[in-house]
């Protein structure tokens, strides 16, 4: 009786260990997504940058989206 407790105490705990195994895993797989997010995003922002300087059509077109776009969370918020 005593060694199917010890048994089962020990099946307990390396069920435990491996579920937080698994929970790391899956915070490391986020992690890694949200980093791979801001670089691409800090890329995409230095090449805005870049074009917003060079060319004037793009900076208009840029202010107009900017523009709708805040009007249409304005109107979300105001469903809300």
């Given amino acids: 009786m005593n060694g ?3 048994i089962q105490k020990l099946i307990c705990t390396v069920n435990k260990v491996w579920r937080l195994y698994a929970m790391r ?3 490391m797989g986020f992690l890694k997504g949200v ?3 801001m670089v691409a995003g800090a ?3 230095m090449m805005n940058d870049k074009m917003m300087k060079n ?3 793009y900076r208009r077109n840029a202010h107009k989206t900017m523009r709708a776009m805040e009007q249409l969370f304005s109107n ?3 469903m809300f």
């Fill in 76 to 78: 979300i918020q105001g």
């Fill in 35 to 37: 980093g791979a997010g």
């Fill in 55 to 57: 060319n004037r059509n």
């Fill in 43 to 45: 890329a995409i922002a």
């Fill in 4 to 6: 199917f407790s010890i």
């Fill in 25 to 27: 895993q899956q915070a």
